[in-house]
């Protein structure tokens, strides 16, 4: 007997004629084996696992709880052997039922324990993708995909503060990957396509176009979501014209600044090589395994400042990789692609924190003197203004408070920022938001807090048990956490968060706090300290 139920989701969706199938009775094989050629087999029965077909093959996930969930789904083939550092290539299908279960493996990368070589073993199954969904039966819910940060060289998808069951339950199919990252991904190699990383990407969205349906989503709504290098890419794909039409909506917590020239990143690329004593070509490095590279690149990140004076300010950064832009696949930086409407049919969400960079401050509680903090102004600071323009705009701040500042503006505030205005000056729509909100004194409005919030990952232990915790930070801490999935989810569902777009002279942007307002943007006199700064990508200096 095949029955018909509906689910929560088409309750909260106003779905009609939900399918969720029991099989019992004696007609029970012949039910499941037309479900299963349909690619429609699934239950939420006990003792019955979710199947769905892909383009690929049939897939096999769990139940957790009311979410059906699949993990380690290939979207391309292993990057190994003479794929390795070349385009994808899209997955080989395969017979049967292929589990998915358990979340693929991230590209080598620091402190990862296990070792895959550069042979060509079919273990180095590095591309995959998970899919979270609320109704299987279901038609046309919003998709989110989400690309996560790290650097540009660290990263993966079992994150579990990245867990896509929450945002699923609110009503969208959540869909996450990984992707080539460190010199796999985002070394310019000669002779190999530049920001394989992001072509990666790119090929998971292909995927998500071509399968969602079958998990119950929309196709033609799709959402693109990223934080930090995650955000990165957003805002690189928004640029590449080789992306356009994978989505419709994009959202992007705390955008990085850090695009390269091919010049910079080939020279960055030649010395991870000459710590091997070779050359950063395809015919030397595709035969030396991923963790000697993951190992060199290491060695070359503990002496990028010294390198500060030829490599400019990304030496600064605690990362030797960004998106490279080549002219061709990444055409030109976000910004200036956005501002000539590159996007304009593309929704864009865009944020930061307050205290984008108090994580990474190490001079917080410390003595900073006004030399040193000279020379980070000098290097960071925008023209005209320079260093003596942060001192007049925030006069009462210590030099720690000030080096923190300006490394939060030019690193992750003052590109979000500018993103929005870019887009809005292309003749597309944007909305800004700012979280100033933070449950402990220590780390404040950190860098990626707003991501877990959106997420519903910051259990309340963690807030209660930490140790400068607020009081009712835990309260707070449900409803700010709840308005911003919720908002999140509108914008992926009907491509309006709920508040007004971003202009130029009102600059409305929403405050997430312990009361949620929508005001001017609060870092004003930041801004216009980077009013006429534009951002482009980094090159040498001095050459």
């Known amino acids: 007997m095949i029955s018909q139920r509906p689910t929560p989701c088409h309750v909260a969706n106003g779905l009609r004629d939900p ?30 696992d979710p199947e769905v077909r892909t383009t690929a093959g049939v897939v096999r996930g769990q139940w957790e709880s009311a979410v059906a969930v699949f993990r380690g789904i290939p979207y391309a083939q292993p990057p190994a052997g003479p794929r390795r550092f070349q385009a994808p290539a899209p997955a080989q299908p395969w017979d049967g039922v292929r589990d998915a279960l358990r979340f ?3 590209v080598p990368q620091p402190g990862m324990s296990t070792v895959i070589d550069a042979t060509g073993d079919e273990d180095a199954q590095w591309l995959t993708l998970n899919v979270w969904s609320p109704d299987l039966s279901a038609s046309g819910l919003p998709v989110l995909v989400w690309i996560h940060g790290g650097r540009y060289m660290v990263g993966g998808t079992a994150n579990p503060h990245q867990d896509g069951a929450v945002l699923a339950s609110a009503g969208v199919v959540m869909v996450s990957m990984n992707y080539r990252v460190g010199v796999e991904g985002f070394a310019l190699i000669g002779g190999c396509p530049n920001n394989r990383g992001l072509l990666d990407q790119i090929a998971a969205l292909r995927w998500v176009k071509d399968n969602v349906a079958a998990f119950g989503g929309d196709p033609g ?16 794909l928004l640029a590449m014209p080789i992306a356009a039409g994978l989505f419709r909506r994009a959202v992007a917590h705390s955008v990085p600044g850090t695009f390269f020239t091919e010049r910079l990143a080939a020279t960055v690329s030649a010395e991870i090589a000459a710590e091997l004593g070779t050359r950063a070509t395809r015919v030397e490095l595709e035969t030396i395994p991923p963790h000697a590279l993951v190992e060199a690149s290491q060695v070359v990140l503990e002496k990028m400042p ?7 300010p990304m030496a600064l950064t605690p990362t030797p990789f960004s998106p490279v832009v080549d002219g061709a696949a990444l055409p030109e930086v976000p910004w200036r692609a956005l501002a000539g409407g590159a996007a304009r049919s593309v929704e864009l969400l865009v944020g930061h924190t307050r205290d984008e960079y108090s994580l990474f401050n190490t001079w917080r509680d ?54 929005a205005e870019a887009q809005h000056a292309g003749q597309g729509a944007a909305w800004l938001f700012e979280l100033c909100w933070s449950f402990n004194q220590d780390e404040r409005a950190s860098h990626g807090l ?41 914008f992926a569902a009907r491509g309006n968060p709920g508040w007004p777009q971003y202009d130029s002279h009102a600059r409305l942007t929403r405050v997430y706090n312990a009361e949620l307002t929508t005001e001017p943007y609060p870092e004003e006199p930041s801004r216009r300290l980077w009013a006429e700064h534009r951002f482009d990508a980094l090159d040498l200096i001095g050459r």
């Not at 003197?369 to 942060?390: C, F, S, V």
């Open 221 to 236: 709504n799709v959402t693109v979501f990223g934080e930090s290098a995650g955000a990165g890419s957003v805002a690189a």
């Open 450 to 490: 707003a991501t877990l919030l959106v997420f519903g990952t910051l259990g309340t232990d963690d807030v209660t048990n930490h140790r400068s915790a607020h009081r009712n930070a835990n309260i707070e801490l449900g409803r700010i956490s709840s308005d911003m999935r919720t908002e999140c989810v509108n």
């Open 366 to 419: 410390k003595h900073m003197t006004d030399a040193q903090l000279t020379t980070t102004l000098q290097r960071l600071a925008p023209k005209p203004h320079g260093a003596n323009g942060y001192r007049a705009t925030y006069p009462d701040a210590s030099s720690a408070e000030l080096y923190e500042i300006v490394n939060a503006d030019w690193l992750f505030r003052m590109p979000s920022q500018q993103l």
């Open 306 to 312: 010294k390198f500060a004076d030829s490599w400019g």
């Open 19 to 48: 399918i969720a199938v029991i099989v019992d009775g004696p007609d029970s094989c012949c039910a499941t084996t037309a479900l299963r050629a349909a690619g429609l087999w699934w239950d939420q029965g006990v003792g019955f």
């Open 104 to 106: 693929g493996p991230p």
